[in-house]
């Protein structure tokens, strides 16, 4: 964190945050807020499995560790790089690989704890995270004395991990309210993180920073210009725009309150939407159900879609998960045409909800993919450039994506300079 642009504050009734220094010039479109590396952090099973346990890529994972058999890593410079950290879990990390994410998580700093002593009390790197411990007993108070009892059966034979009970209340406090979730370059999950500087970053409706990870690495931009002593907030849920869709999933783990004005508040209407929207959700979640029937499944997403428009406007955020999929199922089976018309549908939705968000810029980044497929070669430019300029706010210019998007548009035009105009225009936006 670059206290010469920001700095903390404490607001009561909601916390610690972070915000543009007031006395400072503010934060420009684009510019880097943190870049912090984890405190902790885990991958989800099924990931586990296929992905380094250091660098987190996608990768053939030769080398296991001789101790737990369960860390996996692309190569001996990873494994050499995360041996520290490793060793800290690997007497444990069998016992927890089947357990939930917060559960992994919280044994994870318990395992920090016990074997770097700093990291114990106030001088703990995340003393200064909020735990709402008083919060999550008034709203989940079963939850909380049931994660307490799985923790304690799980390390029965490891007591010395340990520790007195408001403590171990306060650690489960800070992973379930400022834990994140690692996304790669797809923006899939694969893992959670906890960070101690930018996990103080609070929610908000209309946010305007976003984070890329790197790895486990954390690196958070402005995606707006942030003026003096305005709040610096990112969106907790990346996959759903609005409020409409994330707070009852994240409000009981992450304490959210939503004061967008977007959020349904009637409780009729609610009730009546209830059944479309769990079947979208169920849908959408069924995907390897369907794995060697893909027409079968884009029978049945296009069929949810027909439901969905007898109930919900156009542009309802409701339809983006479902088009989402669609549009993977369509680039999965070169359907070239069906595809491109899903991403001018998503397009249209979440400009109405984002200006400057990675999934926007990730959406273009396909719809130039699949014009290309079609030889609409001037079409698939602009979607590219409009991409580069969006995910160069949100990654940075020097990011991997980003210089892919640079050479497919060298390629297309070499010797046209005119892409390079591009580079810092983000007014239309």
């Known amino acids: 964190m670059d206290r010469e642009v920001v700095e903390l504050f404490s607001e009561p009734g909601k916390g610690k945050g972070v915000r543009a220094r007031a006395a400072g010039r503010g934060i420009r479109q684009g510019s880097l807020i943190f870049a912090e590396d984890a405190y902790i952090f885990t991958l989800d099973l099924e990931e586990s499995k296929r992905r380094c346990h250091f660098c987190l890529q996608k990768k053939t994972v030769p080398l296991v560790c001789y101790g737990c058999k369960y860390a996996r890593y692309c190569s001996e410079k990873c494994q050499e790089h995360d041996q520290q950290h490793?060793?800290?879990?690997?007497?444990?990390?069998?016992?927890?690989?089947?357990?939930?994410?917060?559960?992994?998580?919280?044994?994870?700093?318990?395992?920090?704890?016990?074997?770097?002593?700093?990291e114990r009390g106030q001088l703990s790197s995340i003393s200064n995270l909020m735990s709402h411990v008083d919060d999550i007993k008034r709203q989940r108070a079963g939850g909380l004395a049931a994660m307490m009892s799985t923790l304690h059966t799980t390390l029965k034979f490891h007591l010395d991990y340990l520790i007195d009970q408001e403590s171990l209340e306060k650690i489960i406090g800070k992973v379930m309210c400022n834990s994140f979730a690692i996304l790669d370059d797809d923006h899939q999950q694969i893992?959670?993180?906890?960070?101690?500087?930018?996990?103080?970053?609070?929610?908000?409706?209309?946010?305007?920073?976003?984070?890329?990870?790197?790895?486990?690495?954390i690196e958070i931009r402005a995606a707006r210009v942030i003026l003096p002593g305005e709040e610096d907030a990112k969106m907790e849920c990346l996959k759903c725009p609005r409020c409409s869709r994330q707070i009852p999933k994240t409000s009981a783990l992450q304490l959210l309150a939503c004061s967008c004005g977007y959020k349904l508040t009637s409780g009729d209407f609610l009730t009546d939407m209830e059944d479309i929207k769990n079947f979208a959700e169920n849908l959408v979640n069924s995907r390897k159900s369907y794995a060697n029937e893909p027409e079968h499944f884009l029978y049945l997403l296009e069929r949810c879609l027909q439901l969905q428009q007898e109930v919900f406007h156009d542009d309802n955020v409701t339809f983006v998960s479902v088009l989402e999929r669609a549009l993977d199922v369509c680039v999965e089976m070169e359907e070239w045409q069906n595809a491109?018309?899903?991403?001018?549908?998503?397009?249209?939705?979440?400009?109405?909800?984002?200006?400057?968000?990675?999934?926007?810029?990730?959406?273009?980044?396909?719809?130039?993919?699949?014009?290309?497929?079609?030889?609409?070669?001037?079409?698939?430019?602009?979607?590219?450039?409009?991409?580069?300029?969006?995910?160069?706010?949100?990654?940075?210019?020097?990011?991997?994506?980003?210089?892919?998007?640079?050479?497919?548009?060298?390629?297309?035009?070499?010797?046209?300079?005119?892409?390079?105009?591009?580079?810092?225009?983000?007014?239309?936006?």
């Open 340 to 429: 491109l018309e899903y991403a001018e549908r998503l397009e249209r939705i979440l400009r109405v909800y984002l200006q400057n968000d990675i999934g926007l810029g990730l959406l273009y980044k396909t719809k130039g993919v699949i014009q290309l497929q079609l030889g609409r070669t001037a079409d698939a430019k602009q979607s590219l450039l409009t991409a580069k300029r969006l995910l160069t706010v949100t990654h940075g210019w020097r990011h991997d994506l980003v210089q892919h998007i640079r050479n497919v548009l060298t390629d297309l035009e070499p010797d046209d300079e005119t892409t390079l105009d591009h580079e810092n225009d983000f007014s239309n936006l």
């Open 191 to 217: 893992g959670t993180a906890l960070y101690a500087q930018a996990s103080m970053i609070n929610h908000s409706c209309t946010p305007n920073c976003v984070p890329v990870f790197i790895g486990s690495r």
């Open 86 to 118: 490793h060793m800290m879990e690997c007497d444990v990390i069998n016992l927890i690989s089947g357990l939930a994410s917060n559960l992994k998580m919280v044994v994870a700093a318990l395992c920090k704890m016990h074997h770097l002593a700093v």
